[in-house]
């Protein structure tokens, strides 16, 4: 079994949110105010998203999507908010401006300005997210694998998530040891094919577990 | 009783626990003051008598101080806080001296000194002008979105010196110039309130209140209050009763001395016009057991009210594993998730809809009730709770 010189840290996060005091009751307002809010909030209502929402699966998978299908009951632009893949975008600027864009080209089309009846207005938030070292450090796939499955679910998101948008990696940092630190740059490919985007942190986990296992059990076939 | 952190591995979500001490060790040391108004009755009381101890077993110097105020102080604190949440109310200048009269001599009582303060609630509020240095927050359970303007200057005139105010939902927050955060409140899982409880203690309980267990049961579990739409309950269980033969339950606190409770029950009994599938109980203060048992023997949960809250009376339903059927007032907004954990709806008809479609299907009362538990696991218990006041203090003890 191969052994990383280099060994991995896992580190979990802890969010506290904070409340913007912006408030939309409209589609109009949603997209002026998604034009001047800070990126951390961007960031707070398509990725922490899913650190609020780490085992129960919501219909859509960023607040945007949410909001308007579920409290507007526009369920056309509701769709395609739901597609925007934030790992499309490098930077946090181009996924606000693919949102803004999106929410215009609907208002151009429609005849009135959906707006809030029934339901909730949407309320702008933004993360304040503090690391936390777990003091777990693997040197083998075998120890990454047994690790990953303990680990509070925030250490996903801090390794995935955080990772890619706060942190400006360009990769997670798992797919990333794996291949600069344990030499296995095709488990690392399958690791990086997995898209975070999809479902709930404990899906992400799961994921990340079944390609491990895959190539442990390759390892330990004679 | 206080529990051990340890005794919460097997109720939070993994690693929890754990996650705790890591947390923890970046804070140890430091003093965390909380300032309330009492230390009985309501959820804030019931939070912190948890959290206290737990906060100690950490490593953190905690201490829960209480105001020592009289009858007056505590009718002017109310008159506040209903005006406040949009009353038609106000404080007269003597009892807004009344008011400050009693924060000045607290300030004078406690030792003010700690690395943080959290001050509960507007009755403690104008401590803040005797403040002696650390950070100090002010922590607000009430709906003050739309408050009476002549009360909300006076209130916000001490707000503005906080380091931070911290709210329960969005909503609730208000324009200020300092940061406000969203710490949402929590239930234990520990607490006679939501322990396990076997059947045979649920259906002794159920049988002492003289509810049968052989139909389904509506239950309605909130104050008798206007707000509270028990007669809009009565009549979502009547479209439900065409087609299902079940019960409801409405249950409350008592209401000996309050006008508004005598009125709404009166007005729910005549609505209810001796139907004997229809079961109105006023609860003793504290009646934790009966609730546990009331919660656990419901088929679904209702709550109809216009204006809510946090409401943890759904949360610990929903740890209970009850589906929800509830407005979009407060708290219900955010704990229902829509089709997953139960169903939020806007009219008597929408509930009863709801209903019976729920009781059509048995396999969707069971998952609905299995998401809505590990919801609550994830969000809404003390543990994690305990994670938000940590991350708070690791914020700002390094500012």
Redesign the interface.
């Known amino acids: 079994m191969q052994t990383a010189s280099r060994p991995f840290l896992f580190k ?1 996060c ?6 913007l ?1 912006e ?1 939309a009751y409209d589609e109009k307002r949603l997209v002026e105010l998604l034009e001047t809010v800070p990126l951390d909030s961007i960031y707070f209502h398509t990725h922490s998203y899913f650190l ?8 859509y998978p960023n607040d945007f999507a949410q909001w308007v299908a ?1 409290e507007v009951r526009d369920h056309v632009l509701g769709e395609r908010l739901a597609v925007v893949d934030p790992f499309d975008y490098g930077e946090l600027d181009a996924l606000r401006g693919q949102l803004i864009s999106i929410i215009d080209d609907h208002l151009s089309r429609t005849p009135i300005v959906p707006r809030v009846m ?4 949407f ?1 702008f ?1 933004k993360s ?1 997210i ?1 690391q ?4 777990i450090e693997v040197r083998t796939l075998q120890e990454f694998r047994s690790a990953l499955s ?5 250490a996903i998101y801090f390794h995935v998530f955080e990772a890619r948008h706060r942190l400006k990696h360009e990769e997670s940092d798992f797919s990333a040891w794996i291949h600069d630190g344990l030499g296995m740059p095709d488990l690392a490919e399958k690791l990086r094919a997995i898209n975070p985007y999809l479902g709930s942190l404990e899906r992400v986990r799961s994921a990340l577990l079944t390609v491990c296992d895959e190539f442990l059990n390759r390892e330990h076939r004679p | 009783m206080a529990h051990e952190l340890d005794e919460y591995r097997d109720h939070a ?4 626990v ?2 705790l001490y ?2 923890s060790d ?1 804070v140890a040391g430091h003093s965390f003051l909380h300032i309330s108004a009492g230390r009985y009755g309501g959820g804030m009381a019931e939070i912190l008598r948890r959290l206290i101890p737990m906060l100690n077993t950490l490593g953190i110097n905690a201490r829960w101080e209480v105001l020592a105020g009289d009858q007056e102080f505590f009718q002017v604190s109310r008159r506040l806080a209903n005006s406040l949440q949009g009353q038609d109310d106000y404080l007269t200048d003597q009892m807004q001296e009344a008011y400050l009269k009693i924060n000045a001599r607290t300030a004078q009582s406690l030792n003010l000194d700690a690395d943080l303060v959290m001050v509960h609630d507007p009755p403690p509020a104008a401590l803040i002008e005797h403040r002696k240095g650390g950070k100090w927050f002010w922590r607000c359970y009430l709906d003050i979105a739309k408050p009476r303007q002549h009360s909300w200057s006076f209130l916000r005139r001490f707000l503005v010196g906080y380091d931070a105010a911290i ?1 329960s939902l ?2 609730f ?1 208000h ?2 110039p300092i ?5 949402s409140p929590s239930i234990d899982p520990l607490s006679e309130k939501n322990r396990p409880m076997p059947r045979v203690e649920v259906n002794q309980v159920l049988s002492r209140l003289g509810i049968p267990r052989d139909k389904p049961i509506l239950l309605q579990l909130a104050r008798f209050e206007w707000f509270k739409d028990p007669l809009g309950a009565i009549r979502a269980y009547r479209l439900v009763r065409k087609h299902h033969n079940c019960r409801l339950v409405l249950a409350g606190s008592g209401v000996m001395h309050d006008p508004e409770g005598e009125a709404v029950l009166a007005q729910v009994h005549e609505a209810a016009a001796g139907d004997p599938d229809v079961h109105i109980l006023q609860l003793p203060p504290e009646a934790d057991v009966e609730i546990n048992a009331l919660q656990r023997a419901a088929t679904i949960i209702l709550q109809k009210s216009f204006k809510e809250g946090f409401s943890l009376a759904v949360t610990e339903a929903m740890w209970k594993g009850k589906p929800v059927i509830g407005s ?1 007032a407060g708290g219900l ?1 955010a704990q229902i ?5 139960g169903y939020t709806v ?1 009219s008597v008809e929408g509930a009863a809809f709801r209903a019976r479609h729920l009781l059509n299907n048995p396999g969707l009362l069971q998952r609905m009730g299995g ?1 809505g538990r ?2 609550v ?3 809404f218990l003390v543990t994690r709770h305990l ?2 006041y ?3 203090m ?2 700002f003890v390094t500012r």
Do not use: C, W
């Open positions: 979990e802890s969010e506290l949110r904070e409340i005091g408030e609020r929402h780490s085992y129960v699966e919501r219909v579920m029934f339901g909730e207005p309320y938030n304040l503090i936390v070292p777990t003091r303990e680990v509070e679910v925030s | 979500p993994k690693g929890t754990e996650f890591r947390l970046q709210f969005p909503g927050a324009r200020l940061p406000q955060f969203l710490i979009t907004a998730l829509d089709g997953v954990t806007h998401a590990e919801h696991r994830r969000n994670s938000d940590l991350t708070l690791r914020l």
